[in-house]
Nanobody, 118 residues
């Protein structure tokens, strides 16, 4: 089991940037895909981006070109750099870990609030 703690959320104006961090403990991350998700009020949780164990990254169309996921296995951390933020990016952001041999995310952080004002 991987324990995950997100940090770095806050209030930012539209067009600004935020950097979220996810610190992992309990396991080393080299055997995990690390994903970022978000959930806005009244909406379902949605995929934002993922850093595969290979280092390859993929993104939701809504954030492509604006958000960047990176991972540092030596430090057991994953980051989400968010640029050109929009009010519709307002949500609680979660990081999650998925072992490479498993089909689903088993471990989730508690989430961090990101609010983008117009």
């Amino acid at each position: 089991q991987v324990q995950l703690v997100e940090s770095g959320g806050g209030l930012v104006q539209a067009g600004g940037s935020l950097r979220l961090s996810c610190a992992a403990s309990g396991r080393t991350l080299n055997m995990y895909a690390m994903g970022w998700f978000r959930q806005a009020p009244g909406k379902e949780r949605e995929f934002v981006g993922i850093a595969w164990s290979s280092g390859r990254t993929d993104y939701a169309d809504s954030v492509k070109g604006r958000f960047t996921v990176s991972r540092d296995n030596a430090k057991n951390t994953v980051t989400l750099q968010m640029n050109s933020l929009k009010p519709e990016d307002t949500a609680v952001y979660y990081c999650a870990a998925r072992h490479i041999l498993r089909p689903a995310y088993d471990d989730w952080g508690q989430g961090t609030q990101v609010t983008v004002s117009s």
